[in-house]
């Protein structure tokens, strides 16, 4: 029952060893509130929220630190005169909230803004700066610099000589001693807002992105922490300066490295320029929540997910399967002793598929497969195994957040349409049996029976499924 996963870093499948036994450390790149979250947003994010909640499940104590880069050369480009980049900071903040909880994906432990890590950002950016491995710029302009050349190891996570690397996406290159060389801290800007700058040793200024991440998960986990994480785009240059200034400063880091898969729209990468971003409120109408989730988490998470008209489907029909299961199972077994071991407890195989680097594409044909098999125990009437594989299956739907009883009944208001109507009927069907009126009973049943819903004649009434 050993828990395994992909780490980066080493390119290998690694077995987990907690730094401290029981508990597990994991920082994952959180957005830059810059603009609307889309739906690759919302798959990194819940990437994490599976994995925190599997090695929960595992019986670990995890604490998950999320970040908000809440400042940014690109909050500061997409402020205006009567928003702010402070106020539009936060309202693209509440929104990716607000998009996360719709998916439920659980609130990080911690979610630290970088605008209120500063003073750490600054103690470790002095603390490069000591050992060698930083540098004011040379031109006055308040810049300090991390020297690439002065870190024998750059490049350790990417495999890169420094000889490949181009140079780093700062602009303007400002009194750099080699244009490789990354910005930790930014002196202020004439054009810039005075409320977008911070007093330090070395002027005016603000962090460069790279440093926040660095301390923010120094202050929250500590100096050697278990789990990094973040999208397959953010390993280099991001990811790369921030292991090499953590480092340098003589900070162990990250044991495993964790990078998730991004999301493709119909074969093409997703980017602003092509404008084919599907953007998470768009995403989020399209079906329940319940249904999106189980989309985003079916793949595998280091795969790739092409998204196209139609996807979602599949993942409807998967989850109706399951909760017409689980309805039924809780109707037949409802005051019958629970029977069997199996009860809150997920079946060996499906724990073996997400140990193996979280494989929820084989954990979740375990899934299915118990479905199946519980269906087959309804229409033998083996109450036992229905209760057993009832307990199963709501173990397996619970661990990956898609158990109906953790999302709202009616998720949209059709379905509170629906259900309103379909329970008006019902409640004018029993009355008309009560009336011994079997003529409109039946005659109501077929109207029902003919719109796709079924219905389920039971000791404490009638129950209905969308057939
Ligand atoms: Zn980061």
Known sequence: MTVRLYDSRAQAVRDFVPLRSGEVGMYVCGPTVQSSPH?????????YDLW?????????????????TDIDDKVLANATESEPWWALAYRVELEFTAAYSALGILPPTYEPRATASIPGMQQLIDELIERGHAYSAEDGTGDVYFDVRSW???????????????????????GKRDPRDFALWKGRKDDEPASASWAS??????????????????????????????????????????????SAAGDAFASYWVHNGLVAIEGQKMSKSLGNSIYAAEFLGSARGIAIRYYL???HYRSTIDYHDGSLAEAEAAIDRIETFLARAERRTAGTRWAGSGTGVVPEEFGAAMDDDLGVPQALAVLHERVRAG????????????????????AMTEVLGVHPSQWPVAASGGDTALGALVERMLGD???????????TADRIREELTAAGITIEDTPDGAHWSIA
């Open 429 to 439: 069907r029993a009355a008309a049996r009560q009336a011994k009126d079997y003529a």
């Open 152 to 174: 024998g190891d750059y490049g350790a996570l990417t495999r890169q000589s420094l000889d490949d690397m181009s140079e780093s996406g700062d602009a303007p290159t400002r």
């Open 52 to 68: 925190r909640r599997w090695l929960a499940y595992r019986g670990y104590a995890v604490t998950l630190v999320r970040n908000v």
């Open 375 to 394: 269906n087959v125990a309804l229409d033998a009437d083996d109450v036992d195994q229905v209760a057993r594989i009832h307990g199963e299956v709501s």
């Open 39 to 47: 739906i690759g947003h919302l798959r990194s994010a819940l990437v």
């Open 297 to 299: 988490a079916s793949a």
């Open 201 to 246: 040793p070395w002027g005016d200024g603000r962090p460069g992105w790279h440093i926040e991440c660095s301390a923010m998960s120094r202050r929250y986990l500590g100096t050697a922490f278990d789990i990094h994480g973040g999208g397959l785009d953010l390993r280099f240059p991001h990811h790369e300066n921030e292991l090499a200034q953590s």
